[in-house]
Nanobody
Framework: QVQLVESGGGLVQPGGSLGLSCAASGSIFSINRMGWYRQAPGKQRELVAAITSGGSTNYADSVKGRFTISRDNAKNTVYLQMNGLEPEDTAVYYC???????????????WGQGTQVTVSS
């Protein structure tokens, strides 16, 4: 299967910056889309940003101009650079990948364990 391991969360002051990374490993045949979702207490999980293997990106309106998603296909790693952080960005951030394995080459959705991002003074 495919494992996703996130890193880089933490506590940051409003207006600050933070970078997240997520490395995929396992019996990977291909990874199409990778992305970041977040879930704040009492709210539904929402898409933050996503990127395809070809580099096409899409962002939630609330993070456009502040967050940047990028990807290293050779390392099966996706990054999220977050600038101008606001208290409303506080949430658990989850890495997500649409990937197929060498076992059966069937595309499935995989999730990381989540990393906490807290924006507070």
């Amino acid at each position: 299967q495919v494992q996703l391991v996130e890193s880089g969360g933490g506590l940051v002051q409003p207006g600050g910056s933070l970078g997240l990374s997520c490395a995929a490993s396992g019996s990977i045949f291909s990874i199409n889309r990778m992305g970041w979702y977040r879930q704040a207490p009492g709210k539904q999980r929402e898409l933050v940003a996503a990127i395809t293997s070809g580099g096409s990106t899409n962002y939630a309106d609330s993070v456009k101009g502040r967050f940047t998603i990028s990807r290293d296909n050779a390392k099966n790693t996706v990054y999220l650079q977050m600038n101008g952080l606001e208290p409303e960005d506080t949430a658990v951030y989850y890495c997500n990948a649409l990937a197929s394995t060498t076992v059966d080459r069937t595309s499935r959705m995989y999730w990381g364990q989540g990393t906490q991002v807290t924006v507070s003074s």
